[in-house]
């Protein structure tokens, strides 16, 4: 097997994004994951869910998949609207 070399990728400002990853992922690290959703300023939501191989977050955990979604597109869509009346 070929290493992958990680960049280090910076969130767009200002850009919400969901990450949903488990720590039994073996072809993308969980810790590229958690230093991407810790940069400052970073609208990063990581959820963690129990470990499961890489792309199967949802077989694993679908409650909690589901639930983080849900969240994730409510409090976005919110915050969506509030920007489009106070913008």
Do not use: Y
């Not at 949903?20 to 958690?34: A, N």
């Not at 300023?41 to 792309?55: D, N, Q």
Request: aromatic share 4%; charged share 15%; net charge positive.
């Amino acid at each position: 097997a070929i290493p992958m070399r990680w960049m280090r990728p910076t969130p767009p400002a200002g850009l919400p994004i969901l990450l949903v990853h488990s720590s039994g992922d073996r072809d993308v690290p969980l810790e590229v994951s958690r230093r991407f959703a810790a940069v400052p300023g970073a609208a990063v939501t990581l959820v963690e869910i129990a470990p499961c191989p890489h792309g199967m977050e949802l077989n694993r955990e679908p409650q909690l998949f589901h639930g983080a979604i849900s969240r994730f597109l409510s409090r976005n869509a919110a915050l969506s609207t509030a920007s489009k009346v106070h913008g």
